[in-house]
Every structure is written in C-alpha cells, then in structure tokens.
T-cell receptor, first 115, second 112 residues
Framework: DTGVSQDPRHKITKRGQNVTFRCDPI?????LYWYRQTLGQGPEFLTY????????KSRLLSDRFSAERPKGSFSTLEIQRTEQGDSAMYLC?????????????FGPGTRLTVT | AQSVTQLDSQVPVFEEAPVELRCNYS??????LFWYVQYPNQGLQLLLK??????LVKGINGFEAEFNKSQTSFHLRKPSVHISDTAEYFC??????????FGKGTHLIIQP
C-alpha cells in the first residue's frame, strides 16, 4: 500500500495561466475526492468520483474548476485562468466503498501559489 | 447546512499534561465522525473515527475521543502530550456518499 500520491507538490503560476494537478489513489480504492484548504481553514470539499463517474460537482468553486477521472484510476484537477484567490493547498483523498465508513485517506497535497 | 465547529483555534499545553480539543457537530451531519492530524506541509492523517457502538473510541498515538449525542460533541483527549504532538487537529463529519465537512482546526502547541 503506497498511499495516495499527488503531483506536483508545489506549483507557482502567474495569474491567468491554467494549471493541472494529478492524484493517484490507493490502488483498490474506487472513490476519489478533491478538497481545497486555504490558510487557517479546514479542508473544503470540492468534488468526488466513484470509479470514473463524477457523482458530485456542484461544490466546485466556479466553472474555471474541472476534474476528470477517465479510467477510474488517477484523477486530474484543472484550474483555468487562475486568480490570486486560487492560492491554496489542494488535497486529494480516496476511499473504498466496501468499508462502512468510507474512511478517507489523504495525499500530501499540492500547494498552489498564484502570483 | 452541515457544520462542524471547533471551539478553540489554539490550545497551548505543557508537555506531559493532559489535553482536550473540543468539537461540536450539527445534527444534520451524518454521524460518522473523525479526527485528523496535519503536520506542517503534509496531508491529513486519521487519528480515530466514530461510526456506531461504543461512544469512547481509541485511536493512534494515545488519543481517544468520546461521542456525546445529547451534547452533539466529539471531543478529543490525550492524558499526556509530547512535543511531537504539536500539529493542527481537525474534526470532521459525514463521509459516506459525500465529502467530509471539516472544522476550522485547532493548533495544539506543546510547551516544554
């Protein structure tokens, strides 16, 4: 079990650029979640997938945010036309529907800085 | 709306002293409750969870929490803290077929 991995760990971009983050879940986990964490706050739920289906996306922050999980394995989160307010830590988590609690395991996060 | 409230943003405590970190949840949050710990520049690590059954749950690193339905609380406790416990602690509720709802976090500061 290698855990949830995220790439890159850090990303610095200029305002207006597009960025894409990748998340690789624990291999047997069929659910994958994205969260955003701003300084001094708890993580904020954005979206989740069960296998390749995106079952909840109404909490994405704007239409500049999109996520995919094309083959039900890794996922990508894209932010178009980045703004300074997008600077945050983006966390990915995965879980397995075979467990009652759907306990979520988190990756180390991608820290985005928009200049 | 679902909500999880952590009443203290910072808790300073001396090493080897006991500590309690407070968490209250709204009744609309499904009663799966979790405590996570976050060390600087790292992701979240699960400390413990309440699903059902015994209201006292034990977790890793000597932490425990008590689920209190009448007070809608899920406070985290440790009888004796160490310097290595310095971190941010998050209470969360929900899960299942939805994301977790997190509190704002409590920064535990261990003083030598």
């Amino acid at each position: 079990d290698t855990g949830v991995s995220q790439d890159p760990r850090h990303k610095i971009t200029k305002r207006g650029q597009n960025v894409t983050f990748r998340c690789d879940p624990i291999s047997e986990h069929n659910r994958l979640y994205w969260y955003r964490q701003t300084l001094g706050q708890g993580p904020e739920f954005l979206t989740y997938f069960q296998n390749e289906a995106q079952l909840e996306k109404s909490r994405l922050l704007s239409d500049r945010f999109s996520a995919e999980r094309p083959k039900g394995s890794f996922s990508t989160l894209e932010i178009q036309r980045t703004e300074q307010g997008d600077s945050a830590m983006y966390l990915c988590a995965s879980s397995f529907t075979g467990t009652v609690s759907y306990e979520q395991y988190f990756g180390p996060g991608t820290r985005l800085t928009v200049t | 709306a679902q909500s999880v409230t952590q009443l203290d943003s910072q808790v300073p405590v001396f090493e080897e002293a006991p500590v309690e970190l407070r968490c209250n949840y709204s009744s609309s949050v499904s009663v799966y409750l979790f405590w996570y710990v976050q060390y600087p520049n790292q992701g979240l690590q699960l400390l413990l969870k309440y699903l059902s059954g015994s209201t006292l749950v034990k977790g890793i690193n000597g932490f425990e929490a008590e689920f209190n339905k009448s007070q809608t609380s899920f406070h985290l406790r440790k009888p004796s803290v160490h310097i290595s416990d310095t971190a941010e602690y998050f209470c969360a509720g929900g899960g299942g077929a939805d994301g977790l709802t997190f509190g704002k976090g409590t920064h535990l500061i261990i003083q030598p």
